[in-house]
């Protein structure tokens, strides 16, 4: 059985490049795109377990991303939304619809990191 995958796609390099470092140590295969577009390419050409987006992302946010998905009719991804904001509760039955599992809020400490790879890639 192939170890599972994570995408992480945050404009962050500190935030990606510590969540990156914490999923290998771990043993979990982990790409880490710092631009929405990439992002979007990526979560097109390969499958994750799991994808950790950013919602504030410049010129292609973590929004623009889920819209997308949700046009081409991919749904039930494994997404957790990394965010600093406070997200309304009209977006997230959106995103819920879109297939996110969970919104969090940013700091992200390793024992939430520790929680997520236990619900999300068993």
């Known amino acids: 059985m192939s170890s599972p995958k ?5 404009d962050n390099e500190n935030i990606t490049e510590v969540v990156k470092d914490y999923f290998e140590h771990e043993n979990i295969e982990c790409k880490a795109i710092n631009d929405g577009h990439e992002g979007l390419v990526e979560i097109h050409n390969n499958k994750y377990d799991l994808i950790l ?48 599992k969970e919104v969090l809020e940013k700091p992200i400490s390793l024992a939430l990191l520790e929680s997520i790879k236990q619900k999300y890639l068993k």
């Open 6 to 10: 994570v995408l992480i796609v945050d």
């Open 53 to 100: 987006l950013d919602l504030a992302i410049p010129r292609y946010s973590g929004i623009d991303i889920l819209e997308e998905l949700k046009k081409e009719s991919i749904v039930n991804k494994n997404i957790v939304i990394f965010t600093a904001s406070v997200v309304k509760q009209a977006d997230m039955e959106k995103f819920l619809d879109i297939g996110v």
